[in-house]
């Protein structure tokens, strides 16, 4: 489904009436009749039959991005799916979360969530420790997050066009800025720079951008060109 708009359908009245009382009987509580598969499923027809999430959402009184969350489940591969027809998970944040990974690092993390051993804070981290080092076996990133749930990971990202130089010359400036302690890892890829900080390196951060009188955005836009050393 587009952001905004689905793509009419011919549903009976009965048919929108029943997905209507659905989506109003399991999302606006927090024991839900309904799992999230079947949710998502009531939401097509919804959708679909009133053309637009913003009327949908008027007429169940649940905004449009929460709508989009429940949606988002039908993007979820099928033996993910089938964990979430079962019950076994019933986060519509953590099915959200999911469906931002690829289809083949999906099931590994739902499993964990499952079996309970991973909660919604854990799977926000995974998705973004992910975005920062694609390389990584998803296990190893799972492993990860779960042996450093006290040691907080700071995740920064920025564009880097040509003419600010080359990759290593990047990492350089902010090592130098922050120390090499500071950083967990530093990648480039596609134009886009990633740089994952503990917390050391984010209060330092975070304390030089105030010294300075920047936003820590613009502090790191200005690394990034070489301004700033």
Request: no cysteine; aromatic share 4%.
């Amino acid at each position: 489904m587009s952001r905004n708009r689905a793509p009419r359908r011919k549903y009976t009245q009965n048919q929108v009436e029943e997905a209507l009382a659905g989506l109003i009987a399991s999302t606006r509580r927090v024991r839900r009749k309904l799992n999230l598969l079947e949710i998502a499923r009531k939401l097509r027809i919804a959708w679909g039959a009133m053309g637009s999430l913003k009327k949908l959402s008027d007429a169940v009184g649940l905004s449009e991005e929460m709508l989009r969350q429940f949606s988002r489940v039908e993007k979820l591969s099928r033996d993910v799916k089938d964990l979430l027809a079962k019950g076994n998970i019933q986060s519509v944040d953590i099915a959200d979360r999911l469906s931002r990974l690829s289809g083949r690092d999906q099931l590994p993390v739902a499993q964990e969530v499952a079996r309970g051993d991973l909660n919604s804070d854990d799977v926000r981290a995974i998705v973004s420790l992910r975005k920062a080092l694609p390389q990584l076996r998803i296990e190893n990133v799972i492993d990860r997050v779960r042996t450093s749930r006290n040691i907080k990971e700071y995740v920064v990202q920025f564009l880097v066009t040509p003419d600010r130089g080359k990759s290593k010359d990047i990492e350089s400036r902010f090592i130098q800025l922050l120390g090499k302690e500071s950083l967990r890892s530093f990648t480039l890829r596609n134009g886009v720079g990633t740089i994952v900080l503990n917390v050391v390196g984010k209060n330092r951060l975070q304390e030089m951008a105030k010294q300075k009188g920047l936003t820590k955005r613009i502090l790191i836009d200005r690394v990034v060109s070489g301004e700033v050393k």
